[in-house]
């Protein structure tokens, strides 16, 4: 049950004098809407949620609470999915989301400057505007913030040939625990000066500082690209077919996967005719050089029908493309459709174990007698299985439990990890110590000592 | 508003057995899987309008069902702020064509209302006078809506409208009716009865259907209902209009008065049953005002457990057809051109831009059919209206209630509509016509606001003088 934590009288008074009373929030009905992220079943306890609009608001309050050792959650959207902005009891919420400027584009250098609450969206169609494309486009990005995206290190459908977040971060700027305010990085190409700060920064999820800005780089957009949609009788088949793409070394943009249950609750939600007799689809994109992107095409599809696929659909236009990539991106929320509770998990191996992995996962469900629907960023060795349950019913959540760690258990042992991109946060910390080992797990905390040692910065999210 | 088979429907209490406690038995009754869908993940924010103004998660789809799930679990009570939140939102249901995970959110909307008006957090003298007016007496009596209909005409055509507003009588108006006055749309002559026959027929019928005139459409857009039969004629159809009709009840559902709303329901039933024989007798029963058909199409799950009226309300709701969609579904008969190599008999020298009403785009995910009425009209050239699915603000009654947020919405749209540089603006809702009117005239644009069936029914009669 959600609950509303006792307010300290004091603490109001001095965000209001720190802020516009209206950007200060106790109400109940507006705290009980702070509590939860995309997290299934994770609910925290809100105090008040504070929206500062400059970077000098937010080391303000951050100086205040560094002052009374008051806890402070970071939070962009909400979308997180392993709960790293739920609040902790007595806690400040404060929530980017009002700093959302995009401050400046730089097509000299290729880079783009914005405040940590810019919808990722919204920065992409402004790279847009000028033939510059921003590449990292997690499935959340027409809600998710940059700040929220920096924080969690996210990973999109592009992955395989542009990377992730961390590839595209020049530098930002970030309040520190004790409220100073630091600029990391710079537009160099190159810069060795000192260690590379920003990469702390990245990933790490709210708890050693507050992002404020980030500048990102930009490529420029490819001239063309190459949308397909092959169908399997068999998952293998579709796992095969992206190990035989990456031997030929070929590097597409895209190799998402969707499995059976996936593919009909996208098709329920989106409408674009996919295949419902398939077991499982890949959707693939190539970009680039028209002539590169031709040849290419034509080689994955050959790879495609030799790995088994039952057929191949070439996307007609940009149009057609998009409709697929948006559907793509809302498989998570649409495989809700199926049952009251989604766990969604998100192990990660490399790409040679891949068809290893999926044939487990397969067993795990069959094994425990449950239902999982998984898709993922195939490319990337990046699996979501999706536990389609119901939390009222106590005996199911066990095998679900015991079910997901066999999963960790089994990612792990192939050199694989728990978590591909949405982070540890709460919903992750058990089963970090074994992920990492206790050396790294003491160099996580050293560090977290060193740059928060009150611990004021999101405690509790990641380890304790 | 997708009502899925899963949930348990509401028992018939009377809306006013509860008052005065606040027991939320409405949202408490509601299946758990209909409150459970939301598993949170934000995707629906961006295209919710209140969320787009204020980035509160309170006034977001998902964080108003969260207050409705804390309801139904009974941690929270039905407070003031949460009855002011459920009537800031526009119930444009915007969220639910974003939401992937297909969350009902028009059927938890209306039960939060219902429960609302029991609890009567937002009571207050002015309030309940006009909500009872409304509601209760104008809005349920068709008798009444014509007498103040007349009324609002009389005030119109006798220079009484001219001489209140040049001697600045409106000044003695209370403010926020000083502010909805120059929202009263123009109230027409003739109502749909006199324009209409009760049987009206093609020369070779191969359908026949029944024809729903509408309570706003009546009043202020009578010849749009005459449209909607000319072009049904010309499509093969024999049209079947009951004289006295009842108001469908979406005001009443939308407003926490499911009771009410059920008896309009069961009303219209009748009326239709009266008219035509019996519901069997027809091909499909006809809207032509976008919120009224997302409402009627509903007329399943609102009388699912009335045991005289079920079986006939599955049948009404399986026969409900907006035009559009019937027109779609049987296949418009093209208007007639002029023939040889001019292929078109009207010249529009203007384009035209289609504005979405959310109860045909959200609430009856209707929206190629309409484009394709319009892309059927010789020489009509449709430009693509940006954000076209974003609310104008007009929703229901929300113009009156909530002024601010309406004009908010009001000028975005009026601003979408100049970039498109289109003069004439078709839009399948009189209370879409009547809000985008109003701000035209506000702003001195010389826009004209047009059922998209109106401009086919012109070019029927355009092809018919030519041939
Ligand atoms: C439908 C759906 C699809 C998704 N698809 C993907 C995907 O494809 N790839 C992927 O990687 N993730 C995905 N996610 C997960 C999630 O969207 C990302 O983690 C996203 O980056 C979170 O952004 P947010 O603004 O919502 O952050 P929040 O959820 O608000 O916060 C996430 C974490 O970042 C911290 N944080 C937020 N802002 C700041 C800041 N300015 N400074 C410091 N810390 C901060 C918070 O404390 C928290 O720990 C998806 C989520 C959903 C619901
Ligand atoms: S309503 Fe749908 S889209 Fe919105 S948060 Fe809930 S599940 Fe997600
Ligand atoms: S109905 Fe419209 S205003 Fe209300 S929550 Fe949904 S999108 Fe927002």
Known sequence: ?464 | MAFSTRERSLTDIPSTALKGESKPHHLANLDFAVLQQCIHCGMCLPTCPTYDTTKLERNSPRGRIALMRNIAEGHLDVTRAFGEELYFCLGCLACETACPAGVNYARMFEEARADIEDAGVLRYAKRDFVRAVMLRFIFAHPLALKALGRLLRLYQVSGLEWLVRKLRLTALLPADLRELEPLTPRIQPDFSDQLIGPVESPAKPGYRVGMLTGCVQDLVYPHVNRDTVDVLLANGCEVVTPAAQHCCGSLHAHNGELTLAREMARKSIDDMERAAGSLEHLDAIITNAAGCGSHLKHYDDLLEHDPQYARRARLWSHKLKDIHQWLAEIGITPPQTTGGSQPSTINYQLPVTYHEACHLCHGQKITQQPRTVLKSIPGLKLVELPESTWCCGSAGVYNITQPEMSHRLLERKLDNIAKTGAKVVASANPGCSVQLEAGARERGEALEIVHPITLLARAYRKGGEHS
């Not at chain 1, 689809?281 to 290419?296: K, N, R, S």
């Not at chain 1, 959540?397 to 997901?404: N, P, Q, S, W």
């Open chain 1, 1 to 464: 049950m959600p609950r509303i934590s006792t307010l300290n009288p004091q603490l109001v008074t001095e965000l209001t004098a720190i802020l516009d009373p209206k950007r200060v929030l106790t109400e109940r009905e507006h705290l009980l809407t702070y509590g939860f992220d995309g997290t299934a079943a994770l609910q925290g306890e809100v105090g008040v949620v504070v929206f500062p609009q400059t970077t000098e608001e937010v080391a303000k309050i951050v100086r205040y609470a560094a002052q009374e050792k008051i806890p402070i959650v970071s939070r962009g959207s909400g979308t997180g999915l392993s709960g790293g902005s739920i609040p902790q009891p007595n806690a400040i919420v404060l929530c980017l989301v009002k700093m959302d400027r995009i401050l400046e584009l730089d097509e000299k250098n290729l880079t783009i400057l914005a405040e940590a609450g810019a919808i990722t969206q919204k920065i992409t169609e402004k790279a847009d505007t000028v033939g510059l494309l921003y590449p990292p486009d997690p499935g959340s990005m027409k809600i998710s913030t940059i700040g929220g995206n920096v924080a969690e290190n996210s990973g999109g459908l592009r992955g395989l040939k542009y990377g992730i977040t961390r590839d595209y971060v020049m530098g930002m700027e970030v309040v520190l625990a004790s409220g100073e305010v630091v600029w990391l990085g710079n537009k160099c190409v190159k810069d060795v000066a000192g260690y590379s700060m920003k990469d702390v920064f990245i990933g790490s999820e709210g708890t050693l500082g507050i992002i404020t800005k980030v500048l990102l780089k930009l490529v420029p957009r490819p001239a063309a690209k190459k949308t397909m949609l092959a169908m399997y009788a068999t998952m293998d088949a579709a796992a095969d077919t992206v190990s035989a793409i990456i031997a030929a070394k070929i590097i597409p943009c895209t190799l998402e996967f969707l499995d059976r249950i996936t593919i009909k609750c996208v098709e329920d939600f989106a409408k674009i005719g996919l295949p419902l007799d398939a077991e499982a689809i890949l959707f693939m994109e190539t970009d680039g050089h028209p002539a590169v992107i031709e040849e290419q095409g034509k080689q994955m599809e050959e790879i495609a029908r030799r790995c088994g696929a039952t057929a191949v659909q070439i996307a007609a236009n940009a149009d057609e493309a998009n409709k697929l990539a948006t559907a793509r991106r809302s498989a998570f929320s649409a495989l809700a459709r199926v049952s009251p509770t989604t766990i969604l998990e998100d192990a990660t191996v490399p790409r040679s174990e891949l068809t290893k992995m999926i044939r487990f996962i397969q067993g795990v469900a069959t094994r425990h007698n449950l239902r999982i629907g998984t898709f993922g960023h195939m490319g990337d060795g990046n699996l979501h299985p999706t536990f389609l349950t119901d939390e009222r019913n106590h005996e199911e959540m066990e095998r679900v439990e015991v079910a997901m760690k066999e999963i960790f258990d089994y990612a792990i042992e192939l050199g694989g990890t728990i978590t591909g991109e949405h982070g540890v946060g709460l919903a992750k910390k058990k089963f970090l110590p074994d992920a990492i080992g206790n050396a790294s797990l003491t160099l996580l905390r050293q560090l977290k000592r060193t740059l928060d040692p009150d611990g004021i910065l999101n405690p509790g999210k990641i380890f304790d």
